[in-house]
């Protein structure tokens, strides 16, 4: 299963979350800011889509409406005070994705 996961910058929560869940999907992360940002492209690869706050899922419904309501896009709710990698992230990481495994299967 392809997984994208976003964030607003592409260069803490969403980069631990495709390093931490390599073995689990064919995962990649992508920003909506910042120098490289998000392609529809990059939408259209993924069969599911994580976001790290609400606010992202929105953007990404005005962004790219149309691949917007194709895809299962699910929020996983981390606020934007981790940095790469760091323990606690994930941990919070791996807790949140339990709260998913019913609807992953």
């Known amino acids: 299963m392809n997984a994208l996961f976003i964030c607003n910058q592409n260069k803490h929560r969403s980069k631990t979350?495709?390093?931490?869940?390599?073995?689990?999907?064919?995962a990649k992360s992508a920003g909506l800011h910042g120098g490289k940002?998000?392609?529809?492209?990059?939408?259209?690869?993924?069969?599911?889509?994580f976001v790290m706050e609400e606010e992202?899922?929105?953007e990404l419904a005005k962004r790219f409406p149309s691949q917007y309501m194709c895809k299962r896009i699910l929020n996983l709710d981390i606020p934007d005070?981790?940095?790469?990698?760091?323990?606690?992230?994930?941990?919070?990481?791996?807790?949140?994705?339990k709260e998913y495994d019913e609807v992953l299967l």
């Open 17 to 26: 979350a495709e390093l931490l869940f390599q073995e689990r999907f064919n």
């Open 81 to 97: 005070i981790y940095t790469f990698n760091q323990p606690a992230l994930a941990k919070l990481l791996q807790h949140k994705m």
């Open 37 to 49: 940002p998000i392609t529809k492209k990059e939408l259209e690869w993924a069969d599911i889509v």
């Open 56 to 58: 992202q899922r929105h």
